[in-house]
C-alpha cells in the first residue's frame, strides 16, 4: 500500500484560472507541448488549441467549457483543467475548482489584476485552493512585472513571493533569472528550451536585492525560515524552496512566476513550481461529507471505501460522459457504485483518461485521479458516487441564480419533437442554465448567467442538437422588496365545506429587511402551537415566490408572528400555512413595495480618444461610473449599470472605438428600478 500511497504524491490536480484574453489556453497548450503530450503549439488565434476544441470555442477565440487534460512532467503526472475566464461561464469555474488541489492563476503583464481574474481568486479562497501566479505576455509594450505584482497585493491581497526576475523587456524579454537558485535562464528565438547560465553581470545587483527581499518577505511569515535568518542572515536555497512550499500550501503566500506562454517562455520554469510547491492529493485534508446526519471523511488512500464526485456531464444522443474526481478508494470497469444523491445503484461501464475531446481507456482510477466514465444514467454534475457499502455525501459545487431569460421556440414542427430533449440535454450539461415553462404565455423560458451565454446555449442547440430555434429578447430576472412594511395585519382563514373545517388565525408585522428573508414568532401564552409557527413560516415562505408588483420573487423582508387563535377541532398545519401564504400576501399589498433590478459592474477599456463617448453612452444606460484610469496606453472606466441596459452593448461600443474597445461585466446585485421601468 505504500507504493500506491507514494503514487498519489507526484500527482497534481491543477486549474488554469484567469480573466479573458489573459493567456489561458495558451498556457494550456505550452505546457501540453513542453511535456511531450503535443508535437505542436496550438494557437488560439488559428483555431487549433487541444481544450478550445468545440467549434463555438474556435469561432469565438474564448474559453467556454473547462476541459480536462493530462501530461507528465519530471515524474509527475499533472491533470490540468482549463477552465473559461469569461464572466458569464463562472459556473464551469465553480465546478471545476470544487475538485481541484491546487491552480495556476494567470494575469497580463500590461492589464495586471482584471476584474473577472477577481472574481476567480475569491472563487479559489472559498474553495482554500493554493495557488501560484503567472504573470503572462511579458514581451507586449507596456508590460510591467512590479505593476502586476502591486495589482496583486492590493487588490487580492496574498503576499505576492516573486521568485523571479525578467531579463529583457517587452519585445527584448528574452529570459528570466532564478531567485531562489540564482541562476539564469534564456530561450532563443525558435528554442524549446531554455540555456542555463550565470546571472548577466548587468543584473546581479539587481537580483540580489530581490533575493534579499525575497528571504525578508519569507521569514515574515514562516517561523522555520526566521529562525534560519536571523541565525545566518540568509536562507539556503532548499530551505527558502521548502519555505515557499508552506505558504502556498497554507495560503498565507503565492509565489509569482513571470513569462511569456505565446513565445514559450517561462512555461519549464512554471512546470518546476507546479511540480515543488502545489499539494498533491495525500497533501491536502481528507474529504469531508455526511450520511443520515453523521459527519464522515475519506482519506485519499487507494485502500479505503471508494468516494467520488461528479464534476461534470457531457450528455449526447449516444450517451453520456460522466467526468469524476475521485477521493479515496478504487474502481474498476464494471464495478457497482452507489449514487448517493439518487440513491441508486449504478454500474461503471468504461473509464478514461481524458484529454480533452479525446480518451484513452484505463481499466481503474484510483484516489487523486481525475477521469471521465461511461454507463452513468442518474449521475448529475455535484453527485456524489460511493461504495455501497460505505455511503457518504460530498458537499456538491454551488450553483449560481440565473439572471437573464429567453424564449425559445422550434422554428419548425419537425424540430419542435426534439426541443424538450434536447433542452434536458443541455441542462444536464450545465445546472446554470435553467428551462421552465412559463404558465401564463405557456413559452419556453431559457434562463443563464448572461447574454453570451445564452447565445451560446441557443448556438449549441443549432450545431449539437440539430434543433433551429427562434430566441426573443433577453429579459431580466427581476424582485421585489419592501420599501415601508405594515404592522398588526390580522388575517382569518376559515372554511368550511363539510366534514373537518379549517381554521386559523393570524397576526403579520412586515418590515424591511436588507437582504434575504427572516421570520420570527413574538407569540406568548400559546395561542399558537409551535408546530403552528412552523407552518405559518412555511406559508410565509410559499407566498414569497409572486410580488404584488409583477408577480416577482420577494427578497428583504422580516416577518413577525405577533399573535393568533386555533379552533379546538378546525386548526391543523395546513389551515396555518394557508393562513400565512394568503395572509403575507394581503400584507405585502399593503406595503410600500419597491421593484428591484439587476446591477453589474462594468469594465470598459477604450482608447482615449474614445472616453468621451463611452461615458456619454453608459449615462444614456443609466450607469454610474465609479472609477477612471489610465492603463497601457487605453483608458479603463469602471461604472455600475442596470442589467437591461447591457443587451447589445457589446456591438454598440465595438462601433464607437473602432473595434478597439472591450467591455466585462460582473453581477453584483439588486438595486431600485426606476418607476418608468417596466415590469417584465
Known amino acids: ?48 488549441t487541444v481544450t478550445d476544441f468545440d467549434p463555438q470555442e474556435r469561432d469565438r477565440g474564448i474559453t467556454i467549457f473547462a476541459a480536462a487534460v493530462s501530461c507528465a512532467w519530471d515524474g509527475h503526472r499533472i491533470n490540468l483543467i482549463d477552465t473559461p475566464g469569461h464572466v ?96 539564469a535562464l534564456v530561450w532563443a528565438d525558435g528554442a524549446d528550451a531554455a540555456v542555463e547560465s550565470p546571472v548577466p553581470e548587468e543584473l546581479r545587483a539587481e537580483a540580489a536585492r530581490r533575493r534579499r527581499l525575497l528571504e525578508e518577505t519569507v521569514a515574515e511569515l514562516h517561523a522555520g525560515a526566521l529562525e534560519e535568518f536571523c541565525l545566518d542572515g ?121 484529454q480533452a475531446d479525446r480518451h484513452a481507456h484505463v481499466d481503474r482510477a484510483v484516489a487523486g485521479d481525475i477521469v471521465a466514465v461511461v454507463g452513468l444514467k442518474s449521475a448529475r454534475a455535484g453527485s456524489t458516487l460511493c461504495a455501497p457499502g460505505a455511503p457518504i455525501v460530498l458537499e456538491p459545487p454551488g450553483v449560481a441564480e440565473p439572471v437573464v431569460s429567453v424564449a425559445v421556440e422550434a422554428r419548425s414542427s419537425t424540430d419542435a419533437d426534439k426541443l424538450a430533449s434536447a433542452l434536458a440535454r443541455l441542462a444536464e450539461e450545465d445546472p446554470s442554465l435553467v428551462v421552465r415553462t412559463d404558465p401564463e404565455t405557456g413559452q419556453t423560458v431559457l434562463s443563464g448567467r448572461g447574454e453570451l451565454h445564452l447565445e451560446v446555449a441557443a448556438e449549441k442547440l443549432r450545431r449539437a442538437h440539430g434543433v433551429e430555434v427562434n430566441v426573443g429578447r433577453p429579459r431580466v430576472s427581476y424582485r421585489e422588496t419592501v420599501g415601508r412594511g405594515v404592522s398588526g395585519l390580522v388575517f382569518r382563514h376559515v372554511k368550511q365545506d363539510g366534514g373537518a373545517g379549517q381554521f386559523a388565525h393570524v397576526v403579520l408585522d412586515v418590515e424591511p429587511l436588507e437582504a434575504g428573508f427572516e421570520f420570527r414568532s413574538a407569540v406568548v401564552g400559546g395561542r399558537v402551537p409551535r408546530e403552528y409557527v412552523r407552518a405559518v413560516e412555511a406559508g410565509c415562505r410559499d407566498a414569497l415566490a409572486e410580488g404584488p408588483l409583477g408577480g416577482h420573487p420577494v427578497t428583504g423582508l422580516r416577518v413577525t408572528l405577533t399573535d393568533g ?71 479603463v472606466v469602471t461604472a455600475t449599470v442596470p442589467l437591461a441596459e447591457l443587451f447589445g452593448y457589446a456591438t454598440r461600443l465595438r462601433s464607437r472605438t473602432q473595434g478597439r474597445g472591450t467591455f466585462t461585466a460582473r453581477p453584483t446585485g439588486h438595486a431600485p428600478a426606476p418607476a418608468v421601468t417596466p415590469v417584465r
Open 565 to 635: 387563535a386555533t379552533h379546538v377541532k378546525d386548526s391543523s398545519e395546513t389551515a396555518f400555512r394557508t393562513a400565512g401564504r394568503l395572509g403575507l400576501r394581503e400584507a405585502l399589498r399593503a406595503c410600500a413595495m419597491v421593484l428591484l433590478e439587476p446591477v453589474v459592474e462594468v469594465t470598459v477599456t477604450v482608447p482615449e480618444d474614445a472616453v468621451g463617448g463611452v461615458l456619454g453612452d453608459l449615462a444614456a444606460r443609466r450607469g454610474r461610473v465609479s472609477g477612471s484610469a489610465a492603463r497601457g496606453g487605453a483608458a
Open 1 to 48: 500500500m505504500r507504493t500506491n500511497l507514494s503514487t498519489l504524491a507526484v500527482v497534481r490536480n491543477l486549474g488554469i484560472l484567469a480573466h479573458v484574453d489573459a493567456g489561458k489556453t495558451t498556457v494550456t497548450e505550452r505546457i501540453l507541448y513542453a511535456t511531450g503530450t503535443t508535437h505542436r503549439r496550438g494557437e488560439v488565434h488559428d483555431g487549433t
Open 234 to 354: 540568509t536562507l539556503a536555497p532548499g530551505t527558502l524552496a521548502a519555505a515557499l512550499r508552506d505558504l502556498t500550501r497554507s495560503g498565507e503566500g503565492v509565489v509569482v512566476l513571470c513569462g511569456s506562454a505565446y513565445r514559450n517562455r517561462g512555461i519549464e520554469p512554471l512546470l518546476d513550481a507546479v511540480v515543488s510547491y502545489l499539494p498533491s492529493p495525500l497533501d491536502v485534508p481528507a474529504v469531508q461529507g455526511t450520511f443520515d446526519g453523521t459527519e464522515q471523511e475519506r482519506a485519499a488512500d487507494p485502500a479505503a471505501p471508494f468516494a467520488a464526485l461528479a464534476f461534470k456531464v457531457n450528455a449526447t444522443s449516444t450517451g453520456r460522459l460522466t467526468y469524476v474526481r475521485v477521493y479515496s478508494g478504487t474502481i474498476e470497469k464494471g464495478d457497482a457504485v452507489w449514487d448517493a444523491s439518487a440513491r441508486r445503484t449504478e454500474r461503471i461501464g468504461r473509464i478514461l483518461r481524458v
Open 88 to 183: 458569464d461561464f463562472a459556473d464551469e469555474v465553480e465546478r471545476s475548482l470544487r475538485v481541484l488541489d491546487g491552480a495556476v492563476a494567470v494575469f497580463d503583464a500590461v492589464a495586471g489584476v482584471e476584474p473577472q481574474s477577481e472574481s476567480v481568486w475569491r472563487q479559489a479562497d472559498r474553495h482554500g485552493v493554493p495557488r501560484i501566479a503567472f504573470v503572462n505576455k511579458l514581451d507586449r509594450a507596456g508590460a510591467d512585472l512590479d505593476a502586476a505584482v502591486a495589482s496583486i497585493r492590493e487588490r487580492l491581497h496574498p503576499a505576492p513571493l516573486v521568485v523571479q526576475l525578467p531579463i529583457g523587456a517587452e519585445d527584448g524579454f528574452r529570459g528570466v533569472v532564478d531567485l531562489v537558485r540564482m541562476r
